[in-house]
C-alpha cells in the first residue's frame, strides 16, 4: 500500500543545521510496507525515524525520491490530501490548541460534526481517559504532557486512518495508561486486517506486538524482518547489534 | 420571568418614541444579542438614539433617565435568574448616540444581563455609539454580564464603538462579564474600570478581533480595595491585515486579594499589537500576577489539523474560531 524509491531528505547548510555543512537525514531509502501489517520502527536516536514519518505524512517533502501510495504518487503532496487518502499522524509531541474542547478536536478528526458524546466517550475511555471529565477540557496548557498525547491518540483512533503513523506513542505516558494503550493497539490491528499500522518505538512490549520489525540507522534501512527475527537481536545482544553502535562506542570510552 | 418582549410587538409600558425595526435590525440583534422572537425578562431595545422597545419583567424595572439619554435598570433585591437584554443598533449615517445606562443591583440578586451594539453603516458618514455603563452590586448579588460588538455595511463611512463601564462590587457579590468585538468596528476605545469590597470577586474576558484598517485600544483597571477580593481578566485578541490594537489592563491589590491579568493575542499579516499589562500592590499581601503574549498562529497547530484533512485555509479558521469562542 506504500512505497518509498530512493528516498532522500537532505537538510541543506545554514537551514536548521548547526554547522556549514549539509546534512542528509535519509539517504536513498526505499521500502515498501504491504496492507494489514503491524510494523514496528525503531533504531537509534538521531537515526531518521521521525523524519521518515513526516515524509510519509507530507510533514517534510523528500529532497530525492518518490512516495507512493495505493498506486498514487503523492511525494508532493500536501498533508491535508494525503489525510483524505487516508494516512494518519499521531505526533510526537502534540500541538496545543487555545479554546478548543476535547470533543471538537475529536470530532473534526472523525469528520463527524455532529458525533454523540458517547461516541466521543468511546476513543477517549480507548486511551484510558474517562471522558466525562475530558470532553469539556480545552487542549490548551491546562493538560498534562501525559493526557494530551493520550487525546492525540484519539484523534487517530476517532479518524481510523488506512495508514496509521504513530511517533512514539508511548512517550509520557504512565505504565497503567500504557497497558490500556497497548490493548487499544492490539485491538486496532485485529479488528480491521486492510489496515496498516507502523508505530515508532524503542518500548519492547509495542515491538513485541508487531509483526515486523524496521530498523532505522543512518537515515537508511540497516534491517527488517519478522518480530522473531529482528527482536532478540535488539534486546540481547546490543553490543554485537549494528543499530547500537554508539552504545558500544561510549562503552569504550568508558572502560 | 414570566414576561417575554416579542420583536418588533409594540412594547409594553414603552415610553419615549417608538420605532419599527427592520430586517437589518433584527438581524444584528441575533448576532449582538442572541434575541429571536421572544426574548425572556426585562427588554429595552434602541435604535439610532431613540427608544425601540422596552418590556419590565416582575423583578426589574427599566426607566429612562430625566437628564442624559440612557436609563436606570433596578434589579430587586434577592431575584433570582433575572434576563435583562438592553441591545443597542445603529442603522443610519452620521449617528452619534452617547447613552448612560445604570444598573443598580439589589442585594442577593441573580441576573443575567445582555447589552451590545450593532452598527449598520451603508454611507459616507460616520456612525457612532458611545455607551457608558455604570453597575452597582449590592452584597451577594450575581451578575454575569454579555456585551457584543458588531459593525457592518458597505459605506466608506467609519463605525465607532467606544464603551465605557464602570463596576462596583459590594461585598462578596461577584460579576463574570464577557466583552466581545466581533467584527466590522471601525474604531473603538473601550474604557473598563472598578472597584471590590470584601470578598468580592470579577472574572472579566474580552475577545477582540480587528482586521482591515481598524484601530482598537482597551484599558481596564480594577482595584481590589477588600480582604478576600479576586479579579481575574482574560484578554484575547487577533489583529489581522493592517489593525493595530493596543491592550492596558492594570489590577491594583490594596488589600489581601489576588489578581491575574492574562493577554494572549494572535498577530496576522501586516497588523501591530501592543500589550501592557500592570499589577500595583498596595498591601503585602495582595497576590498579582500578569501574563502577556503575542505571538503568530502556532504552525504544529496548522499542521495538525492539516493531518486530519483540513486544508491550511480551513485550518488557520478554526484555530482562530476557537481562541475566540
Same mark, same amino acid.
Given at each position: 500500500m506504500?512505497?518509498?524509491k530512493?528516498?532522500?531528505?537532505?537538510?541543506?547548510a545554514?537551514?536548521?543545521?548547526?554547522?556549514?555543512?549539509?546534512?542528509?537525514?535519509?539517504?536513498?531509502?526505499?521500502?515498501?510496507?504491504?496492507? !494489514?501489517?503491524?510494523?514496528?520502527?525503531? !533504531?537509534?536516536?538521531g537515526? !531518521?525515524?521521525?523524519?521518515?514519518?513526516?515524509?510519509?505524512? /507530507?510533514?517534510?517533502?523528500?529532497?530525492?525520491? $518518490?512516495?507512493?501510495?495505493?498506486?498514487?504518487?503523492? $511525494?508532493?503532496?500536501?498533508?491535508?490530501?494525503?489525510? +483524505?487518502?487516508?494516512?494518519?499522524? /499521531?505526533?510526537?509531541?502534540?500541538?496545543?490548541f487555545?479554546?478548543?474542547?476535547?470533543?471538537?478536536?475529536?470530532?473534526?478528526?472523525?469528520g463527524?460534526?455532529?458525533?454523540?458524546?458517547?461516541?466521543?466517550?468511546k476513543?477517549?475511555?480507548?486511551?484510558?481517559?474517562?471522558?466525562?471529565?475530558?470532553?469539556? +477540557?480545552?487542549?490548551?496548557?491546562?493538560?498534562?504532557?501525559?493526557?494530551?498525547?493520550?487525546?492525540?491518540?484519539?484523534?487517530?483512533?476517532? +479518524?481510523?486512518?488506512?495508514?496509521?503513523?504513530?511517533?512514539?506513542?508511548?512517550? /509520557?505516558?504512565?505504565?497503567?495508561?500504557?497497558?490500556?494503550?497497548?490493548?487499544?493497539?492490539?485491538?486496532?490491528?485485529?479488528?480491521?486486517?486492510?489496515h496498516?499500522?507502523?508505530?515508532?518505538?524503542?518500548?519492547?512490549r509495542?515491538?513485541?506486538?508487531?509483526?515486523?520489525?524496521?530498523?532505522?540507522?543512518? !537515515?537508511q534501512?540497516?534491517? +527488517?524482518?519478522?518480530?522473531?527475527?529482528?527482536?532478540?537481536?535488539?534486546?540481547f545482544?546490543?553490543?554485537?547489534?549494528?543499530?547500537? /553502535?554508539? $552504545?558500544?562506542?561510549?562503552?569504550?570510552?568508558?572502560? | 420571568?414570566? %414576561?417575554?418582549?416579542?420583536?418588533?410587538?409594540?412594547?409594553?409600558?414603552?415610553?419615549?418614541?417608538?420605532?419599527d425595526?427592520?430586517?437589518?435590525?433584527?438581524?444584528?440583534?441575533? *448576532?449582538?444579542? %442572541?434575541?429571536?422572537?421572544?426574548?425572556?425578562?426585562?427588554?429595552?431595545?434602541?435604535?439610532? @438614539?431613540c427608544l425601540?422597545?422596552?418590556?419590565?419583567?416582575?423583578?426589574?424595572?427599566?426607566?429612562?433617565?430625566?437628564?442624559n #439619554?440612557?436609563?436606570?435598570?433596578?434589579?430587586?433585591?434577592?431575584c433570582?435568574? =433575572?434576563?435583562?437584554?438592553?441591545?443597542v443598533?445603529?442603522?443610519?449615517?452620521?449617528?452619534?448616540?452617547?447613552?448612560?445606562?445604570?444598573?443598580f443591583?439589589?442585594?442577593?440578586?441573580?441576573v443575567?444581563?445582555?447589552?451590545?451594539c450593532?452598527?449598520?453603516?451603508?454611507?459616507?458618514?460616520?456612525?457612532?455609539?458611545?455607551?457608558?455603563?455604570?453597575?452597582?452590586?449590592? #452584597?451577594?448579588?450575581?451578575?454575569?454580564?454579555?456585551?457584543?460588538?458588531?459593525?457592518e455595511?458597505?459605506?466608506?463611512?467609519?463605525?465607532?464603538?467606544?464603551?465605557?463601564?464602570? *463596576?462596583?462590587?459590594?461585598?462578596?457579590?461577584?460579576?463574570?462579564?464577557?466583552?466581545? &468585538?466581533?467584527? @466590522?468596528?471601525?474604531?473603538?476605545?473601550?474604557?473598563?474600570?472598578?472597584?471590590?469590597?470584601? %470578598?468580592?470577586?470579577?472574572?472579566?474576558?474580552?475577545?477582540?478581533?480587528?482586521?482591515?484598517?481598524?484601530?482598537?485600544?482597551? %484599558?481596564?483597571?480594577?482595584?481590589?480595595?477588600?480582604?478576600?477580593?479576586?479579579?481575574?481578566?482574560?484578554?484575547?485578541? *487577533?489583529?489581522?491585515?493592517?489593525?493595530?490594537?493596543?491592550?492596558?489592563?492594570n *489590577?491594583?491589590?490594596?488589600?489581601?486579594?489576588?489578581?491575574?491579568? &492574562?493577554?494572549?493575542?494572535?498577530?496576522?499579516?501586516?497588523?501591530?499589537?501592543?500589550?501592557?499589562?500592570?499589577?500595583?500592590?498596595k498591601?503585602?499581601e495582595?497576590?498579582?500576577v500578569?501574563?502577556?503574549a503575542?505571538?503568530k498562529?502556532? @504552525? =504544529?497547530?496548522?499542521?495538525?489539523?492539516?493531518?486530519?484533512?483540513?486544508?491550511?485555509? =480551513?485550518?488557520?479558521? &478554526?484555530?482562530?474560531?476557537?481562541?475566540?469562542?
Amino acid at each position: 500500500m506504500l512505497e518509498l524509491k530512493n528516498v532522500s531528505y537532505t537538510v541543506k547548510a545554514g537551514k536548521d543545521s548547526y554547522d556549514d555543512r549539509d546534512h542528509d537525514i535519509i539517504r536513498d531509502l526505499s521500502l515498501t510496507v504491504e496492507p !494489514g501489517k503491524l510494523i514496528v520502527i525503531t !533504531g537509534p536516536n538521531g537515526g !531518521g525515524k521521525s523524519t521518515l514519518s513526516k515524509l510519509i505524512m /507530507g510533514i517534510e517533502e523528500p529532497t530525492a525520491g $518518490t512516495i507512493s501510495f495505493e498506486g498514487t504518487d503523492i $511525494t508532493h503532496m500536501p498533508i491535508d490530501e494525503r489525510a +483524505r487518502l487516508g494516512i494518519g499522524y /499521531g505526533f510526537q509531541q502534540p500541538a496545543r490548541f487555545t479554546g478548543m474542547k476535547v470533543s471538537k478536536l475529536i470530532r473534526i478528526a472523525s469528520g463527524e460534526k455532529h458525533m454523540s458524546s458517547a461516541a466521543c466517550n468511546k476513543y477517549l475511555s480507548a486511551v484510558g481517559l474517562c471522558s466525562a471529565n475530558y470532553l469539556d +477540557r480545552d487542549v490548551d496548557k491546562s493538560l498534562s504532557g501525559g493526557e494530551l498525547k493520550r487525546i492525540e491518540i484519539a484523534t487517530i483512533l476517532a +479518524r481510523n486512518p488506512k495508514l496509521a503513523i504513530f511517533d512514539e506513542p508511548e512517550a /509520557g505516558i504512565d505504565l497503567w495508561s500504557f497497558d490500556k494503550l497497548t490493548a487499544t493497539f492490539e485491538e486496532l490491528h485485529k479488528g480491521q486486517p486492510d489496515h496498516t499500522i507502523l508505530i515508532i518505538s524503542h518500548q519492547e512490549r509495542i515491538m513485541q506486538m508487531a509483526d515486523e520489525i524496521i530498523v532505522i540507522k543512518d !537515515g537508511q534501512v540497516a534491517r +527488517r524482518g519478522s518480530r522473531d527475527e529482528i527482536y532478540p537481536t535488539l534486546m540481547f545482544s546490543k553490543n554485537q547489534d549494528p543499530a547500537c /553502535g554508539f $552504545t558500544r562506542a561510549a562503552e569504550a570510552v568508558t572502560y | 420571568m414570566a %414576561d417575554t418582549a416579542t420583536i418588533p410587538a409594540p412594547a409594553q409600558g414603552a415610553t419615549g418614541s417608538e420605532v419599527d425595526l427592520d430586517a437589518i435590525s433584527r438581524e444584528m440583534l441575533e *448576532v449582538i444579542a %442572541d434575541m429571536h422572537g421572544d426574548t425572556p425578562g426585562a427588554v429595552n431595545i434602541r435604535k439610532n @438614539g431613540c427608544l425601540a422597545c422596552r418590556t419590565n419583567s416582575e423583578h426589574v424595572t427599566i426607566t429612562s433617565k430625566t437628564d442624559n #439619554p440612557g436609563i436606570d435598570i433596578h434589579v430587586d433585591a434577592g431575584c433570582k435568574n =433575572e434576563h435583562v437584554h438592553i441591545p443597542v443598533v445603529v442603522t443610519e449615517e452620521g449617528v452619534h448616540d452617547v447613552v448612560y445606562n445604570d444598573f443598580f443591583i439589589g442585594a442577593g440578586a441573580d441576573v443575567y444581563i445582555v447589552a451590545g451594539c450593532g452598527i449598520h453603516n451603508g454611507g459616507d458618514k460616520d456612525a457612532e455609539h458611545d455607551g457608558i455603563h455604570r453597575f452597582f452590586l449590592e #452584597p451577594g448579588s450575581h451578575v454575569v454580564y454579555v456585551e457584543k460588538h458588531y459593525g457592518e455595511g458597505e459605506g466608506t463611512g467609519a463605525r465607532i464603538l467606544n464603551p465605557t463601564t464602570e *463596576v462596583h462590587l459590594g461585598e462578596g457579590s461577584s460579576m463574570e462579564m464577557e466583552m466581545v &468585538q466581533i467584527k @466590522g468596528v471601525s474604531s473603538t476605545i473601550r474604557k473598563t474600570t472598578g472597584t471590590l469590597e470584601a %470578598d468580592a470577586k470579577l472574572v472579566i474576558t474580552e475577545k477582540l478581533m480587528t482586521h482591515g484598517e481598524q484601530h482598537a485600544t482597551s %484599558d481596564l483597571d480594577f482595584e481590589m480595595v477588600g480582604d478576600g477580593a479576586t479579579v481575574r481578566v482574560i484578554s484575547r485578541s *487577533v489583529a489581522r491585515g493592517n489593525s493595530v490594537q493596543v491592550f492596558h489592563p492594570n *489590577v491594583t491589590g490594596a488589600a489581601a486579594c489576588r489578581g491575574h491579568v &492574562q493577554c494572549d493575542s494572535i498577530i496576522m499579516d501586516n497588523a501591530r499589537v501592543t500589550s501592557i499589562p500592570a499589577i500595583d500592590a498596595k498591601s503585602t499581601e495582595a497576590q498579582l500576577v500578569h501574563e502577556a503574549a503575542i505571538g503568530k498562529i502556532a @504552525g =504544529e497547530a496548522i499542521t495538525k489539523l492539516m493531518t486530519l484533512g483540513l486544508t491550511e485555509e =480551513e485550518a488557520e479558521e &478554526q484555530i482562530l474560531e476557537d481562541f475566540l469562542s
